[in-house]
């Protein structure tokens, strides 16, 4: 089983509406979780970090929490054409103190 | 706001030549780690650093690689015979604490092996 999955999209969304990025990992006993946005050609960057289970707000993005069934996801509310990028979920499992497995990515286009 | 920074942006070297990425971390941050991402392919961890050594690395960090933090600053990342599957966006990136505190990512260095 692979660590850190995601549908690997491309996820279309017309401008406006709600993009909802999911993902799920395999360690049950994992507890730190990243979600990075990755432009092409560029680095990754960090958008949101969660820890518990349960919702996080931060402007137009909720980070999602679900440890019993090992699942992640980000929402994006009013999605602008700038919101189209690789999203990637990322997760520090208990197993090592340092390494961040990355998921390979869902592909988002935000459509005007 | 303050950033990773890595040069030099983009690095060809011929196959079997030693190369040097280097990175300048957030100041305020102890820990720091290198990144690979094959083109096309997912990010992947290679090694972290701490306190001045190695405190994990991935089984794609083998003896080719090394890294050094040369002075107060600068982290870098040594490999040193080249193989075309080295080719790939390295990525330095820097956090305050470990134990699944952010880590926030350099803009890359683009390595070609010819």
């Known amino acids: 089983q692979k660590e850190v999955e995601q549908n690997s999209g491309p996820l279309s969304v017309p401008e406006g509406a709600i993009a909802s990025l999911n993902c799920t990992y395999s360690?049950?006993?994992?507890?730190?979780f990243f979600w990075y946005r990755q432009y092409s050609g560029k680095s990754p960057e960090l958008i949101m970090s969660?820890?518990?289970?349960g919702d996080k707000e931060d402007g137009r993005f909720t980070a999602q929490l679900n440890k019993a069934s090992q699942y992640v996801s980000l929402l994006i509310r009013d999605s602008q054409p700038s919101d189209s990028a690789t999203y990637l979920c990322?997760?520090?499992?208990?197993?090592?103190?340092?390494?961040?497995?990355f998921g390979p990515g869902t592909s988002l286009s935000v459509i005007p | 706001e303050p950033e990773v920074t890595q040069t030099p942006s983009h690095q060809v070297t011929q196959m079997g030549q030693e190369v040097i990425l280097r990175c300048v971390p957030i100041?305020?941050?102890?820990?720091f780690y290198w990144y690979r991402q094959i083109l096309g392919q997912k990010v992947e961890f290679l090694v972290s650093?701490?306190?001045?050594?190695?405190?994990?690395k991935s089984e794609i960090f083998d003896d080719q690689f090394s890294v050094e933090r040369p002075d107060g600053s600068n982290f870098t990342l040594k490999i040193r015979s080249t193989k075309l599957e080295d080719s790939a966006m390295y990525f330095c990136?820097?956090?305050?604490?470990?134990?699944?505190?952010?880590?926030?990512f350099g803009d890359g260095t683009r390595l070609s092996i010819l």
């Open positions: 990322a997760v520090n499992m208990k197993t090592s103190y340092d390494k961040v497995i």
């Open positions: 100041s305020n941050h102890l820990y």
């Open positions: 969660i820890y518990s289970n």
């Open positions: 360690d049950r006993v994992s507890q730190s």
């Open positions: 650093f701490y306190n001045n050594e190695i405190s994990e």
């Open positions: 990136a820097s956090s305050e604490a470990r134990g699944g505190q952010p880590q926030h």
